[in-house]
């Protein structure tokens, strides 16, 4: 039987029109505990004309009795749900259903996507069409074809039904629909991946293979020991900012040679065996925007943890398709408390995030690797400030602990002394060439002292030497004069890119113009925002200096330059760094340790964004007077 977990409800025909509307609801409620009270009002609207235009597809043709409804169909290792799946003679029908009488540009691309995954990953839907239908319960008749999506009012589905069904195709199967094994990247797909991959022409990952060489050889080395001897690796990595850990864990698992080593799993092996997973949402969007050049959502080898820990924790009975698991970030592991909040589970029956993936490892047959890329001074999130002894308490608490091996890199050797597990040191397992720009050190020692309150003088000695060398720190008490110098900048360099920063617990920017606040932030797409040029449709290029991005979407990412707006909420005051004047934490079970130290460490991230330069923006207001002369007096020249 399918898992409850990957849909709210599922049946032919005749018992999708026969079954009560309660019926039904409850189901989905089951699933979706959640569920708002406008959430409920919309399937209490949406379901009996369903159930209508499946009762009228029956009373047309007695072949549709073998047709089948999905309702909420949970899309795996995704946070996304269509509303309803039909499954007709030969066609997917994926509808996604909206309470008004003229969709917007954004329903239509949400159904769209909807359909693309579907055709992309389902291994039921690689051979049939799928196609995209957007109902406006509040419209009648079609409406329309609108980039590839069927828009109509409900009372058209059953002619569209007729219309997209194909004579002799065949049903899908439903419990083979909704198998946990089926939702698969194709091997077309990943091919295509691999290959975008292997050229390099990714914006976001930089090609610097030469350095990066001998860690993913290493690594390499590790995986084919750990099938030889049918044993279990944790790997963890170190690195400096920019030394290429992204690039190396995106290069291990899109490597071919994992193909030969992985275990079959009934009669087919698994078409990507490895993942690379992260915390960090936005760092997600921006490499999925980039993969999707290869066909699909980009999700081929990239996913959120939260997803992936929500998809596995449901039953043991699930087993992750992959054999190398790649945890990005691995020191930001959410711990125990901050689990329980994300997932609205009990404290008491919550486990960390490290917890998590040692035990989904160990339902993997035979072996596993998970690589652990470790940063450091990032924490920025509450419930990331247990480090990484999570990792080492997660193996030795586990009842398979025998199993595991441990590779790190000698520094982080004393996290694992008195360790009752093998644990071998190597020097490769530590990134201490920085890729992204070559003076990442001393930029990152100008903004530690500045950070530590350090004496200016100390601080232009190191500055000027930046400076010297080609790295250039602004400093404007006007917004428009900092968007102005970006922009004269790069304005023959169309492939760099810029764009505004700023603290997310800082309440002063929006009244000069800088919209850090939740509501502003949250519609940012940042795929878009890293990657497209002016010029590019979506209008939301970071070039425009349009949108604001908080140390949330910038953490893990990079830009040519940066325009740092500073709050209020990390100022200079006496000589000293308050943070007094920050918007406070909400209370929950993950209770914030060091808030101080969160800001600290977030001006520690918006500050080292810049490959090139960065233009600091504080605005011309006395809160923030004295901030503005210690970076003057720290070197920062004027603009």
Request: hydrophobic letters at 40%; one cysteine or more.
């Amino acid at each position: 039987m399918p898992d409850l977990a990957s849909r709210g409800w599922d049946s032919d025909f005749p018992d999708f029109t026969g079954a009560s509307r309660d019926t039904i609801i409850t189901s989905l409620q089951q699933l979706v505990r959640d569920a708002s009270e406008e959430q409920v009002r919309a399937w209490r609207e949406s379901i009996p004309p369903l159930q209508s235009e499946a009762g009228e597809v029956l009373a047309d043709d007695a072949q549709a009795k073998g047709y089948g409804a999905v309702l909420e169909y949970v899309l795996p290792l995704d946070a996304r749900r269509p509303d309803c799946v039909f499954l007709i003679e030969g066609s997917v029908l994926v509808l996604e259903l909206k309470g008004k009488a003229h969709p917007t540009q954004a329903d239509i691309d949400q159904a769209s996507a909807y359909a693309r995954d579907l055709r992309c990953y389902h291994r039921e839907c690689a051979e049939r069409p799928v196609h995209a239908l957007l109902v406006a319960t509040q419209a009648r008749g079609y409406l329309g074809e609108r980039q590839g999506v069927h828009v109509c009012g409900p009372d058209a589905i059953d002619d569209l039904v007729r219309r997209l069904s194909r004579p002799g195709g065949g049903v899908v199967n439903r419990a083979a629909f909704l198998d946990e094994s089926s939702y698969r990247p194709l091997p077309t797909l990943v091919a295509a991946a691999r290959e975008l991959m292997r050229s390099g022409s990714l914006r976001r990952v930089h090609r610097a293979a030469a350095a990066t060489e001998p860690t993913v050889a290493l690594l390499k080395d590790i995986c084919v020991e750990a099938a030889r001897t049918k044993t279990r690796r944790l790997v963890l990595l170190t690195g400096v900012p920019g030394a290429g850990k992204t690039l190396v864990g995106l290069q291990t698992v899109h490597a071919h040679w994992l193909d030969d080593l992985a275990v079959s799993r009934g009669c087919e092996k698994p078409t990507a065996p490895a993942v690379f997973l992260s915390g960090n949402g936005p760092l997600v969007e921006v490499l999925q925007y980039e993969l999707s050049k290869a066909g699909g959502g980009g999700r081929t080898f990239v996913r959120g943890v939260k997803e992936y820990v929500k998809r596995y924790s449901v039953g043991e009975s699930l087993v992750p398709p992959e054999h190398v698991l790649v945890f990005d970030e691995a020191q930001r592991a959410y711990d125990r408390a901050m689990v329980a909040e994300k997932h609205k589970i009990p404290l008491d029956a919550a486990r960390s995030e490290p917890e998590h993936f040692i035990e989904f490892a160990e339902r993997i047959p035979e072996w596993c690797v998970v690589v652990g890329l470790i940063g450091g001074g990032q924490e920025i999130h509450k419930g990331e400030e247990a480090g990484l002894v999570q990792w080492r308490k997660a193996i030795e608490s586990s009842p398979r602990m025998s199993e595991w091996q441990v590779h790190l890199p000698p520094a982080v050797q004393p996290v694992f002394n008195g360790s009752p597990r093998p644990v071998h040191a190597d020097k490769r397992l530590s990134l201490d060439t920085e890729l992204r720009f070559h003076l990442t050190k001393d930029v990152h020692r100008f903004v530690a002292q500045v950070l530590d309150g350090c004496p200016p003088s100390e601080n232009a000695k190191v500055l000027a030497a930046l400076e010297q060398s080609g790295y250039h720190l602004r400093l404007t008490r006007d917004l428009d004069v900092a968007k102005v110098y970006l922009q004269d900048r790069y304005r023959d360099q169309p492939d760099a890119r810029f764009g505004l920063l700023a603290s997310s617990r800082d309440r002063l920017l929006p009244r000069f113009r800088v919209y850090n606040d939740f509501q502003a932030t949250k519609v940012v797409r940042f795929g878009p925002w890293y990657a497209d040029t002016e010029g590019d449709p979506s209008g939301r290029s970071c070039r425009l200096l349009k949108d604001c991005v908080t140390e949330f979407g910038a953490q893990g990412l990079e830009l040519d330059a940066a325009l740092v707006a500073w709050g209020a909420d990390f100022r200079m005051v006496s000589g000293r760094w308050d943070s007094s004047s920050a918007s406070r934490y909400k209370r929950g079970v993950a209770a914030v340790r060091d808030p101080h130290q969160l800001r600290l460490n977030s001006y520690r991230v918006l500050l080292t964004r810049g490959r090139e330069a960065s233009v600091i923006f504080v605005p011309p207001t006395g809160e923030v007077d004295e901030t503005a002369e210690y970076l003057r007096a720290s070197g920062v020249l004027g603009l």
